[in-house]
């Protein structure tokens, strides 16, 4: 069974940067075929892609927040990071990662419960 | 970015009932669509991927359809465990992006 789990702070101050880690359960980060990806959600809206990283290392960001996002892979500790830099209070989410098998089921199979995360000094 | 229209946002149905909603993409995403459901507090549940195919453990009350920019997700007869919102989403091209979500609430 595959279960991914969210961690990181749940206040950062404003212009801080946020690190959140997403931890892999059942399954290697290096899996081929693999894209993992973070999203976010802030409260009554819908659900945001931010970033993907893959099994080969490819790395893709959203255009709008390209600049403030770094997403990587600590493979000794199978877990996906994601960086945001110079956070604002408009980043109050909660911040989700997913996995998205390439082929096959072509979409965001498992999601993690996520992590909320509220920007205020 | 590829936008993503649903509708209707909201909408007020009894058991028993069959309900669409629609999602139309600001161009042709060929079928690289997505449907998920999902409860207040809790992360989107898959539901529908590649337009149309049921994914794993989904009732079989659920159904997707269409292609090029428009999409429906069916409902042929709503179960209480149904009332949530719903979000479609296009993998078709980067930046991934998702509809504003439709919320299905009893009557």
């Known amino acids: 069974q595959v279960t991914l789990k969210e961690s990181g702070p749940a206040l950062v101050k404003p212009t801080q940067t946020l690190t959140l880690t997403c931890s892999f359960s059942?399954?290697?980060?290096?899996?081929?075929?693999?894209?993992a990806s973070w999203l976010r959600q802030p409260p009554g809206q819908a659900p945001e892609w931010l970033a993907r990283?893959?099994?080969?290392?490819?790395?893709f960001y959203s255009p709008s927040l390209r600049t403030r996002l770094t997403i990587s892979k600590d493979t000794s500790k199978n877990q996906v990071v994601l960086t945001m830099t110079n956070m604002d209070p408009v980043d109050t989410a909660t911040y989700y990662c997913?996995?998205?098998?390439?082929?096959?089921?072509?979409?965001?199979?498992?999601w993690g419960q996520g992590t909320v995360v509220t920007v205020s000094s | 970015d590829i936008q993503m229209t649903q509708s209707p946002s909201s909408l007020s149905a009894s058991v028993g009932d069959r309900i669409s909603i629609t999602c139309r993409a600001s161009q042709t995403i060929n079928s690289y669509l997505n449907w998920y459901q999902q409860k207040p507090g809790k992360a989107p549940n898959l539901l529908i991927y590649?337009?149309?195919s049921l994914h794993s453990g989904v009732p079989s009350r659920f159904s997707g359809s269409g292609s090029g920019t428009d999409f429906t997700l069916t409902i042929s007869s709503l179960q209480p465990e149904d009332f949530a919102t719903y979000y479609c989403?296009?993998?078709?091209?980067?930046?991934?992006?998702f509809g504003r979500g439709t919320k299905v609430e009893i009557k």
């Open positions: 059942g399954l290697s980060v290096s899996s081929t075929g693999l894209r």
């Open positions: 989403q296009q993998n078709y091209d980067i930046p991934w992006t």
């Open positions: 997913a996995r998205m098998p390439v082929g096959g089921v072509n979409a965001f199979d498992i």
């Open positions: 990283i893959d099994w080969d290392e490819d790395k």
């Open positions: 590649a337009a149309s």
